[in-house]
């Protein structure tokens, strides 16, 4: 439509342009934003800005950086797993997208998966659409419904459209970690109270007998061994699907139907994010700081001594039920597992 029209009467439009540049270059800077599009990525003052997807693929069609390549081999080692381990593909249906969350100022889409750094991504979410200093948002607020929009809302030719043109990412993390971090933080924390009520309560009723009364009204003081049993519990997702918090990353995010361009891990989460915040282009933004090497280690020895008075027998069920996350994201089993 552009093209017809400027051939009709191009003299006309080449002089309503120019006047219209030189009132831009004489105007305030105050009015310029008038004439920009940050969401298409637009400006008449710096031409069109590459999105964050456009830059990866210069990056992996030139000389690419070591991050380039590093993300480049987990997205191939991605492709082939689906490839080898999914058999029958299935359409993408709008609850698959529920924990995609979408910024079209950025041309970003996150798919959070709760224990992997999800808060400070939200933050940081926040801090792109102008909501100050990510490290001063709070986790209420980061998790606050609504505040960021999950691509299942969309009509299906906004979700095509966002897929095709957005740069996608999500974040993993050693499977079983992750699910001894979500127990000590939701049924074995001091501040788990709501949790404990709802699952702690529900465990207890079921696989402990002859609880005391204290137990079956808090659900205070779920045992590791309770919890695992409770995921194994073929009843547990016959009733409702598992929390998002124990939820395997796979069945949160469905790699093998969404396309990720970035699959950041936490256990390398400050190379990973500031790899994502070069791309979007935000060099002023500072992700929240992660984890430490010593607090690593720390996680991975507390995974080990939960695991450890865990039969082999419950090892190899649970590495059964969480193995897609091993394959998709490239993880070894364990050292300290004794799987039979």
Aim: charged residues 25%.
């Amino acid at each position: 439509m552009g093209r017809r029209f400027c051939c009709r009467r191009p003299l006309r439009v080449v002089a309503i342009l120019g006047a219209t540049l030189l009132l831009l270059c004489a105007a305030p800077r105050a009015l310029r934003p008038a004439f920009e599009n940050k969401t298409l990525g637009f400006s008449w003052f710096g031409g069109v800005r590459k999105s964050p997807l456009q830059l990866l693929r210069d990056l992996d069609q030139g000389l690419p950086s070591a991050m380039a390549e590093v993300h480049k081999q987990r997205r191939e080692l991605l492709r082939r797993a689906c490839s080898r381990y999914t058999r029958r593909q299935r359409l993408l249906q709008p609850e698959d997208l529920r924990h995609v969350l979408v910024d079209d100022a950025h041309r970003l889409l996150y798919c959070y998966v709760p224990k992997v750094a999800c808060t400070n991504w939200k933050r940081m979410l926040l801090a792109l659409r102008g909501r100050g200093d990510p490290g001063a948002i709070p986790a209420h607020e980061a998790h606050a419904p609504g505040l960021l929009p999950s691509l299942a809302d969309f009509a299906p030719a906004e979700v095509n459209q966002r897929l095709r043109d957005y740069l996608t990412f999500l974040f993993v993390r050693e499977p079983f970690e992750r699910l001894a971090s979500a127990y000590r933080n939701k049924l074995a924390g001091p501040h788990s109270a709501a949790f404990q009520r709802r699952y702690g309560t529900r465990i207890v009723r079921r696989l402990r007998p002859h609880a005391q009364p204290d137990a079956l009204a808090r659900g205070h003081d779920v045992r590791f061994a309770e919890f695992l049993a409770y995921l194994l519990d073929p009843r547990t997702r016959r009733y409702e699907p598992f929390n998002e918090h124990w939820e395997r990353a796979h069945a949160l995010c469905h790699p093998c139907l969404v396309r990720y361009d970035v699959v950041g891990k936490f256990e390398t989460l400050t190379d990973d994010a500031a790899f994502v915040l070069d791309l979007v282009g935000e060099p002023g933004l500072r992700f929240p700081p992660s984890p430490r090497r010593r607090e690593k280690d720390l996680t991975r020895d507390q995974a080990q001594r939960l695991f450890q008075d865990i039969s082999p027998f419950y090892q190899r069920r649970l590495f059964d039920l969480y193995k897609m996350d091993f394959l998709l994201f490239n993880y070894s089993a364990p050292s300290y597992l004794r799987l039979q």
